[in-house]
């Protein structure tokens, strides 16, 4: 298997091709058609649901199988489709699938670690290095993770590029083959030209370690002195295109805070959410990436978050319509929420639509953090919106395809349905909505860890004044 690794050819675009096929007809078209059954008889809905979900997702395995290396990163490519087309909890099937693949992938041979770091530090590795264990610690989507000690005593993770894979997807996703036929099937009809950039630029970026060290600097620098939320910091000087190291972060994965009590699971969704939604406000930018792998629970029950390579910059103005948007849906102001989505750009034939039909399909997805009562997130709530959202004969459907998924709003989405999918997992419960408000508005906290996030707040310099 390594040995078919190591001659993979720098150029996948027509096995790439047959990955997205694979995914679009097996995976959105199964979950539109289905979702019909989903909504009509519930339970036995679910189940032929399920089933074909777990048949799509076992066939995509397969073909990415064939493939190796490369696929791997096309698979994640295609977790772009499933922001709109797949249902969240499906998306978990899919994830654990493609998880099992990476998890019977070889890892990178010693001697391959060597050389990358050889070659992308300059020097031999026992110069920044005071050891390193030659055993992975743990699998990264295009390399691995080592943990090694510097020589000032600094524990640190050492995250590595598999080099030719690297290659072969920088070179692949040039190429508009390879990404025209997800942009089509994530925003169809509509702004694919648009969309092609976008997942290309954010593609690009997510090779590119040093910018990722950029962003994670960012974010640790923002959250330095956090009660509760955590970024380890960056050893900039042995950073490079490849090679990622940051400070060494113990803590308990999410299969341990999912067997927690309640009480554990609510907090650390809370967390969660005050971290995704909230970066936008401390940093200005966020992770758009919610995958549980790039999390862990500290023993103080604080939340060290790990993985920048899918962050997104906000603009001011952005930001701005984004909250008048929320203060419209707030106040449950139709003509204020179509006015907004129009600006952001989700709307294309806004004087045609009925505004009160507009804010019923957002409070179908985005409803749960606008209702202001404790609410649990449940997987039957997440795909409840889901089916409704793929179901073709579904007015969300039929409104939401004529209409437009814009570019600048991917990264958003993505974000927004992980979390919540992660939420439904943990079935947190909060008042989501008086947490919300505290971005929207400005409003004083409702929750402890909102009061010891207050006074983490006050007096520093925001990117913007959640009061203001
Ligand atoms: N600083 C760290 N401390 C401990 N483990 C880490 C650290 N960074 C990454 N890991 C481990 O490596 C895995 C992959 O890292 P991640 O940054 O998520 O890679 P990718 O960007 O490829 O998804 C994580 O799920 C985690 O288990
Ligand atoms: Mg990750």
């Given at each position: 298997m390594a040995r078919e690794r190591d001659r993979m050819p720098t150029s996948f675009t027509r096995?790439?091709?047959k990955v997205t096929s694979a995914t679009t007809t097996q995976g959105a078209r199964h979950a539109a058609t289905l979702a019909a059954n989903l909504l009509r008889?519930?339970?036995a809905g679910a189940e032929v649901l399920e089933r074909r979900h777990r048949e799509a997702a076992q066939r995509m395995v397969a073909v990415l199988g064939s493939?190796?290396?490369g696929a791997m990163k096309v698979g994640q490519l295609a977790s772009f489709l499933h922001v709109e087309f797949i249902p969240p909890e499906y998306r978990e099937l899919y994830q654990h699938e493609l998880a099992a693949l990476r998890d019977a992938a070889p890892p990178m041979p010693w001697r391959l670690v060597e050389r990358v770091l050889r070659d992308e530090l300059g020097e031999p590795p026992e110069r920044a290095f005071a050891e390193l264990d030659p055993e992975a610690a743990a699998a990264a989507s295009i390399g691995q993770v080592h943990r090694g000690r510097l020589h000032d005593g600094r524990e640190v993770a050492v995250k590595l590029q598999y080099p030719e894979i690297a290659d072969a997807l920088e070179t692949d996703v040039r190429t508009v083959?390879?990404?025209s036929p997800i942009a089509r099937a994530i925003a169809p009809g509509v702004d694919v030209r648009a969309v092609v950039a976008e997942l290309r630029e954010r593609i690009l970026e997510e090779l590119d370690y040093e910018l990722e060290a950029q962003h994670q600097r960012a974010f640790a620098r923002a959250y330095r002195g956090h009660p509760f939320i955590h970024v380890p910091d960056v050893v900039t000087d042995v950073c490079r295109r490849r090679v990622l190291v940051s400070e060494w972060v113990d803590g308990a994965p999410f299969a341990d805070v999912l067997?927690?009590?309640?009480?554990?699971?609510?907090?650390?969704?809370?967390?969660?959410v005050r971290f995704f939604y909230g970066s936008i406000d401390v940093v200005g930018r966020f992770n758009a990436d919610a995958h549980p792998g790039n999390y862990l629970r500290r023993p103080d029950g604080g939340v060290s978050f790990l993985d920048f390579g899918a962050v997104k910059t906000v603009d001011r103005e952005r930001r701005q319509l984004m909250l008048a948007g929320a203060r419209a849906v707030a106040a449950r102001?139709?003509?204020?929420?179509?006015?907004?989505?129009?600006?952001?750009?989700?709307?294309?034939?806004?004087?045609?639509?009925d505004p009160e039909m507009i804010l019923r399909h957002v409070l179908l997805?985005?409803?749960w953090?606008?209702?202001?009562?404790?609410?649990?997130?449940?997987?039957?709530?997440?795909?409840?919106?889901?089916a409704a959202l793929s179901n073709p004969r579904s007015e969300v459907f039929r409104v939401w395809r004529r209409e437009n998924l814009p570019a600048e709003e991917l990264m958003f989405s993505r974000m927004d349905a992980g979390v919540v999918s992660v939420l439904a997992q943990l079935g947190a419960t909060a008042n989501w909505h008086r947490i919300a408000r505290e971005w929207i508005f400005g409003d004083p906290p409702s929750t402890e860890l909102g009061r010891a996030e207050w006074e983490f707040l006050t007096g520093r310099r925001l990117w913007r004044d959640p009061r203001g």
């Amino acid at each position: 298997m390594a040995r078919e690794r190591d001659r993979m050819p720098t150029s996948f675009t027509r096995r790439a091709a047959k990955v997205t096929s694979a995914t679009t007809t097996q995976g959105a078209r199964h979950a539109a058609t289905l979702a019909a059954n989903l909504l009509r008889d519930e339970d036995a809905g679910a189940e032929v649901l399920e089933r074909r979900h777990r048949e799509a997702a076992q066939r995509m395995v397969a073909v990415l199988g064939s493939m190796k290396g490369g696929a791997m990163k096309v698979g994640q490519l295609a977790s772009f489709l499933h922001v709109e087309f797949i249902p969240p909890e499906y998306r978990e099937l899919y994830q654990h699938e493609l998880a099992a693949l990476r998890d019977a992938a070889p890892p990178m041979p010693w001697r391959l670690v060597e050389r990358v770091l050889r070659d992308e530090l300059g020097e031999p590795p026992e110069r920044a290095f005071a050891e390193l264990d030659p055993e992975a610690a743990a699998a990264a989507s295009i390399g691995q993770v080592h943990r090694g000690r510097l020589h000032d005593g600094r524990e640190v993770a050492v995250k590595l590029q598999y080099p030719e894979i690297a290659d072969a997807l920088e070179t692949d996703v040039r190429t508009v083959a390879v990404l025209s036929p997800i942009a089509r099937a994530i925003a169809p009809g509509v702004d694919v030209r648009a969309v092609v950039a976008e997942l290309r630029e954010r593609i690009l970026e997510e090779l590119d370690y040093e910018l990722e060290a950029q962003h994670q600097r960012a974010f640790a620098r923002a959250y330095r002195g956090h009660p509760f939320i955590h970024v380890p910091d960056v050893v900039t000087d042995v950073c490079r295109r490849r090679v990622l190291v940051s400070e060494w972060v113990d803590g308990a994965p999410f299969a341990d805070v999912l067997a927690s009590p309640r009480d554990e699971r609510d907090r650390f969704g809370e967390i969660l959410v005050r971290f995704f939604y909230g970066s936008i406000d401390v940093v200005g930018r966020f992770n758009a990436d919610a995958h549980p792998g790039n999390y862990l629970r500290r023993p103080d029950g604080g939340v060290s978050f790990l993985d920048f390579g899918a962050v997104k910059t906000v603009d001011r103005e952005r930001r701005q319509l984004m909250l008048a948007g929320a203060r419209a849906v707030a106040a449950r102001d139709a003509p204020a929420v179509v006015a907004a989505l129009e600006r952001l750009g989700w709307l294309r034939h806004a004087e045609t639509l009925d505004p009160e039909m507009i804010l019923r399909h957002v409070l179908l997805t985005s409803g749960w953090s606008f209702e202001d009562r404790e609410l649990t997130i449940t997987p039957e709530r997440v795909a409840l919106a889901a089916a409704a959202l793929s179901n073709p004969r579904s007015e969300v459907f039929r409104v939401w395809r004529r209409e437009n998924l814009p570019a600048e709003e991917l990264m958003f989405s993505r974000m927004d349905a992980g979390v919540v999918s992660v939420l439904a997992q943990l079935g947190a419960t909060a008042n989501w909505h008086r947490i919300a408000r505290e971005w929207i508005f400005g409003d004083p906290p409702s929750t402890e860890l909102g009061r010891a996030e207050w006074e983490f707040l006050t007096g520093r310099r925001l990117w913007r004044d959640p009061r203001g």
